[in-house]
């Protein structure tokens, strides 16, 4: 039995994590001894330019790490359709997936895809609410809520409700939104004038539907005049959300928090598991055998307990909508080999 590299990798990236999703791509994508093309997202590009002098600057072989910028719908369309391609790893909205699948369906090539994500956070009865609150905050606000695994929606019972929304405003009251660069701020603004507008448009749906609005809203923050013209939206939480909502079910990336009530934990699964999407999960709870037996009946493919660090030895990816194959330590670099049987060799 062999393991031996696909060939020729073509390593689409978003522009949310610039520096990570370039590196863990090529890492794993070179390690596994294949070559590679990256196109990096056309919003964010410096990072990948910084790793292509890197690479060059260490001694790796032309040829084998190749980058290219341009559009997505450019540039991509021909990497997803080239017949020298053995292989598409893209990350990015489920939509351009599809469009990349079938691209490479008629060579029926490899495509692996790391996707969207509508993350439930699983706030159990016993849990301390300082972790659950930090949790809620790190993994739903973090990055201005533009991660693909944020904690968009966290689920809490429906006694302790009040108590949760009243320590999750206060703790959002205590944080800077800001300059990015100033080492007190913890969210900057998104991407850009667009996301803005998509944020809002998500933010009005909630109130339109019905949801409480607890904090934060339409607009901007008050801000510095300097700051007036950043794309900064408001640390958002709505209460009151039911899980058929528009904000429950869709994609917000920017930071906006919808807080569903449960009764029992079986409901708190069975709404957790209610999404189309399934790529990351929390749990916070004071016993460590009922978290876990609570992780592992959710339909997502990474689960972090009690605020836990993310381990990149561990694998990256999701069930459903949220895309298919892993990242990440040997999972991600298995993803690049093909698997040879050599049967009745006599030496």
Known sequence: MRREPIGVCALITPWNYPALQPAGKVASALAAGCTVVLKPAQMSPY?????????????????????????GS????????????????????????????????????????????????????????????????????????QTCGAASRTLVPRERLEEFLNALTARIGQLKVGDPWAEDTFMGPVVSAGQWDIVQGY??????????????????????????DGHFVKPTVFADVTNDMTIAREEIFGPVMSVIAYDTVDEALRIANDSPFGLCGYVTSADPLQARAVAEQMRTGYVLINDADFDFNTSWGGYKQSGNGREWADFGIGEYLETKSIVGATA
């Open 47 to 71: 990072s990948a330019l910084l790793l292509a002098e890197i690479l060059d600057t260490v001694g790796v072989p032309a040829g084998v790490f190749n980058l290219v910028l341009g559009r």
């Open 203 to 228: 933010i009005r749906q909630g109130i339109d539907q019905g949801a409480r609005l607890v904090t934060g809203g339409p607009g901007k923050p008050d801000l510095p005049d300097s700051l007036k």
């Open 74 to 145: 450019v540039v991509g369309d021909v990497l997803n359709a080239h017949p020298d391609v053995d292989m598409v790893s893209f990350t990015g909205s489920g939509p351009v997936a599809v469009g990349v699948s079938a691209a490479a369906a008629p060579t029926a090539r490899r495509v692996v895809t790391e996707l969207g994500g509508k993350s439930p956070q699983i706030v159990l009865p016993d849990a301390d609410l300082d972790t659950a609150i930090e949790t809620a905050v790190l993994y739903g606000l973090g990055n201005s809520g």
